[in-house]
């Protein structure tokens, strides 16, 4: 399984912005997705693009005010994350998906640790 580091979360004040990133121990995946979860929640799909860059998918919650990318080059991916709101505080997590599949979090194979968002109102 590819190893997975997310760092760049953090404490805002809604409205504010943060930029997560996620880098990869192995460019080896299909693609590399966001997910999240807040306390008393299940967790919940974010955002997810390939290597490739081809296909970038986000879901409704986020469309709009996250973007997500990644340097090939780095075997990084990134989460760039505006206009936030206190429904945004969550653990975000970064996860890879060897073959193609659905963005569902039983879709993803390799799991990084975390890393906290906290939305101030």
């Known amino acids: 399984q590819v190893q997975l580091v997310e760092s760049g979360g953090g404490l805002v004040q809604a409205g504010g912005s943060l930029r997560l990133s996620c880098t990869a121990s192995?460019?080896?995946?299909?693609?590399i997705g966001w997910f999240r979860q807040a306390p008393g929640k299940e967790r919940e799909f974010v955002a997810a693009i390939t290597w490739s860059g081809g296909s970038i998918r986000y879901s409704d919650s986020v469309k709009g005010r996250f973007t997500i990318w990644r340097a090939s080059a780095k075997n990084t991916a990134y989460l760039q994350m505006n206009s936030l709101e206190p429904e945004d505080t969550a653990v975000y997590y970064c996860?890879?998906?060897?073959?193609?599949?659905?963005?569902?979090?039983?879709?993803?194979?390799?799991w990084g640790q975390g890393t906290q968002v906290t939305v101030s109102s």
């Open positions: 996860a890879a998906q060897d073959t193609y599949s659905g963005v569902g979090s039983t879709d993803f194979d390799s």
């Open positions: 192995a460019r080896t995946s299909y693609r």
